[in-house]
């Protein structure tokens, strides 16, 4: 069997760092026909470790994590797009595994040791976050997920769900299934720089273009983006190297975009050649962006309204989807429980050794 799991916390609506990092991806390998099973997670749950005292952010952005998603391409005849906190089998899953890690191997996570710093917990973290990448194993052995789809900050998740499926599979015999990341393929994919030209486009920083930001707001944010600071004047030489706006190019257009929007370049690299030589202009480098931004927002914002006149049917889709999971997930569970022979009321095992134990009985 192939399946997919990867999922997505909802903290804010997502913007192109997660199309191109995750939402593009999925889409493709769900239109690949090479797996059985794909589900997406809405982990509103995990998304809660660090949100408590915000609960209305996160129940506020299911619809739009839901909707980003379906808009970049998901098809729910081919995914189950669910919500984490509708599958309780997660937390029992969570439960038996936390006696498997150790507080030390926790504190060693360096995604873990990264946010417990973005967030101030250092003095007083909540056990609910530190837990989370064992909630996080949790979540991808329940789906015996073969292939999780993930940006590179998520490694270390995957490295200590990986040590959990080996621990569980050594202690109680074989029984879960060891997951594979599958990371992005280009350089754009692993980290999408911001407007700003800062490392990562985030929420946080405020240098963001959303899926769902209007052609107006696309071409006014290209226009004030970061550049080559010593490309002073357009027959300066130019460099493209951590430049975002070659990044971007680099992310997002196609050799037929030239065709259609710039046909003086044959290709990227033609263009990239001049803006070394000197000659060429930020201004249009930027337009041209905004065209090759536009080309492949318009279907995503076309099959957003399409889902945004559709909302009932979005949310019975997510409804039907979680219930699918928890279905597999409760699956998971019963075979955990068996390999840990805590599944007393099955069979009659509990039965027949207690009468050999009690044989006054
Ligand atoms: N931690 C992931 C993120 O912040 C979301 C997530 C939760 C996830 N559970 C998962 C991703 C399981 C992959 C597999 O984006």
Redesign the pocket.
Known sequence: MNII?????PTGRLHLGHYVGSLRRRVELQNSGTFDEIYI?I?DA?ALTDNAENPEKIRENVLEVALDNLSAGLDPEKTALFIQSGVPALTELCFYYTNLVTVARLQRNPTVKTEIKMRGFESSIPVGFFNYPIS?AA??TAFDATV?P?GED?LP?LEQCVEIVHKFNAVYGETLVMPKALLPETEAGMRLPGLDGSAKMSKSLGNCIYLTDLPEEVRKKVMSMFTDPNHLRVEDPGTVEGNPVFTYLDAFSKTEHFARFLPEYENLDAMKAHYRRGGLGDVKVKRFLINVLEDMLTPIRERRRYWESRLPEVISYLEESTKIASRKADQTVRRVRAAMRINYFEGDAFLKEAIERYPTA
């Open positions: 799991l990867t999922g997505d916390r997670m982990a995990q996080q979540d991808i999780v993930v998520q998740m």
